[in-house]
């Protein structure tokens, strides 16, 4: 099959996806085209859809590919579904979920010494909304239980990985002007 | 009656907002001025009945520590003949502060995608208060320091009351609701008035924290230092 035509069903398949859809999934799709292939059909698919500029785009979230809306048009998007928006973290929470995203692996007792308090309540709640994952036992004393992000959170922060955060280094910049 | 307040900021956040409200060099904290601020937290954490948990004792232990070092003259006369200088008592502080406040910022960041990620697809971003106008979130210690007013404020008008009525919490969220079904936004003190005992005062409280937990309410000013106000959440209301 042609790159061209590849595209099209590529954008209708994305399209139709609930989760963003990924290489592997796709090459299960078509057996015989190479990952090459597929990619290139993936990336001239985003970039000329998104050169439209129009009220939807393709972005790559958590290894994937997806469709939606442009953020920008939220106001007029919400006024004509009038649904109700979804509950948000709590600072505690988001506060407990950059610790565990940016020092992962790491122990309950790790994030405590870093955000200075217990962080029970707010791992709970990140656990229960599958944000954070448990990603093993550390190998001491006790092997407390080891703490990462999930696939989930890419999608809830729209990351394509975990290399597009910002370096701490960064937040330390920020940090240093409160003086 | 004691009140919880885990999930909510820890000492180190009451000491990053000493240090701003204050506007105070962090790389040179005034730390018998903190000390003091910091302790004056606590005892209307305490004056309020409010759970002071162990990492906050900790930090008071630490600050007083840090304070009495700060006395001593500087040990230059080191038996070994080292020219090291003696490391400033309050340099760990500092450090941990800092990077608690790196986690803070990468925490604003996640809050701003998640805002980004609320406005696409079909599910739009929670409440722009007021027609988008700017408004500032409220602290915790701004929280504790109103309460802490409206406290004073009772007991300074109030006589001895007579049997009065215990309510409970449940009742309370129940009252609060309704109130909040007919007003969209409430202002805090307004909050507790007409309340008939301290009982009364400090389970309002509790839950309007309960509220603020569930998403039912946010709390906001309109610039620093103004009334608090209390917005009901354009989510809650229709499960109720």
Same mark, same amino acid.
Do not use: C
């Given at each position: 099959?042609?790159?061209?035509? =590849? ?10 996806? %609930? %989760? ?11 057996? %015989?085209?190479?990952? %090459?292939?597929?990619?290139?059909? +993936? ?9 439209? =500029? @129009? ?8 290894? @994937? ?17 009038? $649904? ?13 979920? #950059? ?9 309950? #007792? ?12 707010? +791992?709970?709640? =990140? ?14 004393? @006790? ?5 990462? $992000? ?8 729209? =990351?394509?990985?975990?290399?597009? +955060? ?9 940090? @240093?002007?409160?003086? | 009656?004691?009140?919880? /307040? ?9 000491? /990053? ?12 904290? *005034? ?78 960041? /996640? ?12 599910? *739009? *971003? ?53 109130? /909040? ?14 309340? *008939? ?44």
């Amino acid at each position: 099959m042609e790159i061209e035509e =590849l595209q099209p069903i590529l954008e209708a398949i994305i399209y139709a996806a %609930d %989760d963003p859809v990924g290489l592997e999934q796709l090459k299960e799709i078509f057996p %015989d085209e190479s990952y %090459d292939k597929i990619e290139t059909a +993936l990336r001239r698919l985003a970039e000329e859809f998104n050169a439209r =500029l @129009g009220g939807m785009w393709i972005r790559e979230i958590a290894g @994937g590919f997806r469709m939606t809306t442009r953020p920008e048009h939220h106001e007029y998007v919400r006024a004509y579904l009038k $649904t109700k928006p979804g509950a948000k973290l709590s600072m505690a929470a988001l506060e407990t979920l #950059a610790v565990v995203a940016y020092k992962q692996p790491v122990t309950l #007792a790790e994030i405590l010494a870093i955000r200075g308090k217990k962080s029970t309540t707010a +791992l709970h709640r =990140l656990l229960e909304k599958r944000l954070v994952v448990i990603t093993g036992r550390k190998p001491v004393v @006790g092997r407390p239980i080891l703490y990462g $992000t999930s696939k989930d959170f890419l999608v809830h922060f729209g =990351l394509k990985d975990l290399s597009e +955060l910002p370096t701490l280094e960064e937040f330390a910049q920020i940090a @240093g002007e409160i003086s | 009656m004691t009140i919880h /307040l885990e999930g909510f900021e820890g000492p180190l956040d009451l000491l /990053l907002h000493l240090i701003k409200r204050e506007e105070l060099d962090i790389w040179n904290i *005034p730390i018998a001025h903190v000390t003091e601020q910091y302790l004056d937290y606590l005892q209307i954490m305490r004056d309020l009945n409010i759970n002071v948990a162990g990492e906050w004792l900790v930090m008071a232990a630490t600050l007083i520590y840090i304070k009495s070092r700060m006395l001593l003259p500087p040990d230059t006369v080191q038996e070994t003949g080292q020219e090291e200088e003696s490391e400033d008592p309050r340099k760990e502080l500092v450090y941990q502060l800092l990077e608690h406040q790196k986690f803070k910022n990468a925490a604003q960041m /996640l809050y701003t995608r998640e805002e980004v990620e609320n406005a696409v697809w079909n599910s *739009p *971003p929670m409440d722009a208060l007021e027609d988008g106008k700017e408004v500032i979130a409220v602290t915790l210690f701004d929280l504790l320091k109103a309460f802490h007013e409206v406290v004073k404020r009772f007991e300074a008008q109030s006589s001895i009351g007579f049997d009065q009525e215990e309510v409970t919490i449940e009742q309370k969220l129940a009252e609060l609701r309704r109130l /909040l079904m007919v007003h969209d936004t409430l202002v805090f003190s307004s909050f507790f008035a007409r309340a *008939p005992s301290k009982q009364h005062l400090i389970v309002t409280f509790l839950a309007l924290l309960e509220l603020v937990r569930l998403h039912e309410v946010f709390l906001y000013q309109k610039k620093a230092f103004s009334e608090i106000r209390i917005m009901r959440s354009k989510s809650a209301g229709k499960t109720a």
